[in-house]
């Protein structure tokens, strides 16, 4: 079993729609949660990160993270067509660095 | 600013043959990654170097091997390519290894191993 398992997707959404995207995770020990957005042929770009239970919100973009159920969802209001990427989550020990990713959800939003 | 460089952007290349893969960053990072990205695998670390002159072993190190002459550059060389690295290759950098210090990528090296 994956350390880290994302929602596969794809998801195709009319704009305007509010976005959830979610993951899961099985080791208790990771305590710091990001959200990278990638364009296709392009490399992952930070979008959101957060260290704690709650949500943590920037714009249209709200991180929210449930750590006693081991769930961590980004949510995306009044979605774009430039919202059009795949989003990745991923997640760190305290202090390792070192990321472990999800596989991405596609997510297309239709003009 | 360019912040990560990547080369070449794409290669095809006979199974067998050695080949490097290029990564600078001017951003005076001091740690520096290699991915390899795949569908339906995500992104997995191959190698990994906190500071100029020391580098680690990620999660799929096998068939790869890297150096850290300089805080600037980060080769991850192939010495004999198998099909099973087929694959887009992802450097990143980040100021310092740890919670807080955000990862960033380069465009990404596309290669084809026949």
């Known amino acids: 079993q994956k350390e880290v398992e994302q929602d596969p997707g794809p998801l195709s959404v009319p704009e305007g729609a509010i976005v959830s995207l979610n993951c899961t995770y099985s080791n208790s020990a990771f305590q710091y949660f990001m959200w990278y957005r990638q364009y296709s042929r392009k490399g992952p770009e930070l979008l959101m990160y957060?260290?704690?239970?709650g949500n943590k919100e920037d714009g249209r973009f709200t991180a929210q993270v449930d750590k006693s159920s081991k769930y961590i969802s980004l949510f995306i209001r009044d979605s774009q067509p430039s919202d059009s990427a795949t989003y990745l989550c991923?997640?760190?020990?305290?202090?390792?660095?070192?990321?472990?990713f999800g596989d991405g959800t596609t997510l297309t939003v239709k003009p | 600013t360019a912040g990560i460089t990547q080369a070449p952007t794409s290669q095809i290349l006979a199974a067998g043959r050695s080949m490097t893969l290029r990564c600078t960053q001017d951003?005076?990072?001091?740690?520096m990654y290699w991915y390899r990205q795949d569908l339906g695998l995500g992104l997995r670390l191959i190698h990994y170097s906190n500071t100029a002159g020391t580098t680690g072993k990620g999660e799929v190190p096998d068939g790869y091997s890297v150096s850290r002459a300089n805080t600037d550059d980060f080769p991850l060389t192939l010495a004999s390519a198998v099909p099973s690295q087929t694959s887009v290759y992802f450097c990143?950098?980040?100021?310092?290894?740890?919670?807080?210090?955000?990862?960033?990528f380069g465009p990404g090296t596309r290669l084809t191993v026949l």
């Open positions: 957060t260290y704690s239970s």
């Open positions: 990143a950098s980040s100021e310092n290894q740890g919670v807080g210090n955000e990862q960033f």
């Open positions: 991923a997640m760190t020990y305290t202090n390792a660095g070192k990321s472990t």
């Open positions: 951003m005076r990072h001091n740690a």
